[in-house]
C-alpha cells in the first residue's frame, strides 16, 4: 500500500513539473507537449474501443494524432485549414478500427480539439488563463476525490462509475471555486461561473472515460503512470473542460 502510495505521488510530480515547464515555456515546447500527450491518449482510446486492434495500428494512428496536432499548432493559417486536417486524420481512425468505430472517432475527434484549443489559450490568452484552466480542472477531480472519500452519500451514476458520489461532485465544484478565487485578478463572477461550468464538464469526461473502461471491462486505460494508470485516466477531464471553456469565450466575445 505504501509502496503503490509512494509511484503514485512521484508520478504525479513528475508529470506535474513537466506541464508545469511547457506552460510555463509555450511555444514550440507546449506544442510538442500537447502533441505528445493527444497522441498517447489516442492510443488508450483506440486500445479500448477494440481490444482486437494490432499494436501497429493503434500506434499508428497514435503517431499521426501528434503530428497532425503539431502541425495544426504551428500553422497561422485559416482554422478551416485546420479543421480539415482534422477530420481528413480522423477519417482514418474509422478505417483502421474495428469494433466501436464510432466511439473512438467521437473521443479521437473530443482529444485532437482538446489539445489543440488548450494549446490555443496558451498562444492567445496567456500563461494565467492556461494556469487558471488546468488547475480547475486539478481541483475538481482531487475535491471530488477527497469529498467522495469523506462524506460519501448517494451515487452518481452506478451503471457508469460506481464510485463517484453526489459529495464527490459538489466537491470538485467547491475546488473548482476556489480556484477562481485565487485568480481575483480575472473578472471574479464570470470566473466563477466559467470554472464551474468548466468543473461540470470536466466530470462529465471522466465520466465519459470510465464508460468506455467499463464497456472494455478493464480498469484503467494503460499502465504507462505508476499508480494512475494511462494518460486518459488523468487528462480525461481536461477534455470536457478545455471544449466547454472554448465554448464559453466563443460566445462571451
Same mark, same amino acid.
Given at each position: 500500500?505504501? /509502496?503503490?502510495?509512494?509511484?503514485?505521488?512521484?508520478?504525479?510530480?513528475?508529470?506535474?513539473?513537466?506541464?508545469?515547464?511547457?506552460?510555463?515555456?509555450?511555444?514550440?515546447?507546449?506544442?510538442?507537449?500537447?502533441?505528445?500527450?493527444?497522441?498517447?491518449?489516442?492510443?488508450?482510446?483506440?486500445?479500448?474501443?477494440?481490444?482486437?486492434?494490432?499494436?501497429?495500428?493503434?500506434?499508428? =494512428?497514435?503517431?499521426?494524432?501528434?503530428?497532425?496536432? =503539431?502541425?495544426?499548432?504551428?500553422?497561422?493559417? /485559416?482554422?478551416?485549414?485546420?479543421?480539415?486536417?482534422?477530420?481528413?486524420?480522423?477519417?482514418?481512425?474509422?478505417?483502421?478500427?474495428?469494433?466501436?468505430?464510432?466511439?473512438?472517432?467521437?473521443?479521437?475527434?473530443?482529444? =485532437?480539439?482538446?489539445?489543440?484549443?488548450?494549446?490555443?489559450?496558451?498562444?492567445?490568452?496567456?500563461?494565467?488563463?492556461?494556469?487558471?484552466?488546468?488547475?480547475?480542472?486539478?481541483?475538481?477531480?482531487?475535491?471530488?476525490?477527497?469529498?467522495? &472519500?469523506?462524506?460519501?452519500?448517494?451515487?452518481?451514476?452506478?451503471?457508469?462509475?460506481?464510485?463517484?458520489?453526489?459529495?464527490?461532485?459538489?466537491?470538485?465544484?467547491?475546488?473548482?471555486?476556489?480556484?477562481?478565487?485565487?485568480?481575483?485578478?480575472?473578472?471574479?463572477?464570470?470566473?466563477?461561473?466559467?470554472?464551474?461550468?468548466?468543473?461540470?464538464?470536466?466530470?462529465?469526461?471522466?465520466?465519459?472515460?470510465?464508460?468506455?473502461?467499463?464497456?472494455?471491462?478493464?480498469? !484503467?486505460?494503460?499502465?504507462?503512470?505508476?499508480?494512475?494508470?494511462?494518460?486518459?485516466? &488523468?487528462? !480525461?477531464?481536461?477534455?470536457?473542460?478545455?471544449?466547454?471553456?472554448?465554448?464559453? !469565450?466563443?460566445?462571451?466575445?
Amino acid at each position: 500500500m505504501i /509502496h503503490e502510495v509512494a509511484r503514485r505521488f512521484w508520478s504525479a510530480v513528475v508529470l506535474g513539473f513537466v506541464a508545469a515547464m511547457a506552460v510555463y515555456l509555450g511555444g514550440v515546447a507546449f506544442a510538442l507537449f500537447c502533441a505528445v500527450i493527444g497522441g498517447v491518449m489516442i492510443w488508450e482510446t483506440t486500445r479500448l474501443s477494440n481490444a482486437a486492434i494490432t499494436p501497429f495500428r493503434a500506434l499508428s =494512428l497514435a503517431c499521426m494524432a501528434a503530428l497532425v496536432t =503539431l502541425g495544426t499548432t504551428q500553422m497561422n493559417t /485559416h482554422i478551416g485549414l485546420t479543421t480539415s486536417l482534422i477530420a481528413l486524420s480522423l477519417l482514418l481512425v474509422v478505417v483502421f478500427v474495428g469494433g466501436q468505430r464510432w466511439v473512438c472517432l467521437a473521443f479521437s475527434l473530443a482529444i =485532437l480539439l482538446a489539445v489543440q484549443g488548450l494549446f490555443s489559450v496558451r498562444e492567445n490568452m496567456g500563461m494565467l488563463i492556461t494556469l487558471w484552466l488546468i488547475m480547475t480542472v486539478v481541483a475538481t477531480d482531487v475535491g471530488g476525490f477527497v469529498f467522495g &472519500r469523506i462524506f460519501g452519500g448517494p451515487k452518481l451514476l452506478v451503471k457508469i462509475s460506481p464510485q463517484k458520489t453526489w459529495s464527490g461532485a459538489v466537491g470538485g465544484w467547491m475546488g473548482a471555486v476556489g480556484v477562481s478565487w485565487l485568480f481575483q485578478s480575472f473578472d471574479v463572477k464570470v470566473f466563477l461561473l466559467t470554472g464551474i461550468a468548466v468543473s461540470v464538464m470536466a466530470q462529465c469526461g471522466d465520466l465519459a472515460e470510465s464508460w468506455l473502461k467499463r464497456t472494455a471491462q478493464v480498469k !484503467d486505460s494503460s499502465s504507462l503512470l505508476p499508480g494512475h494508470g494511462g494518460f486518459l485516466d &488523468r487528462f !480525461d477531464g481536461m477534455v470536457g473542460g478545455v471544449l466547454i471553456f472554448l465554448l464559453i !469565450d466563443h460566445f462571451i466575445h
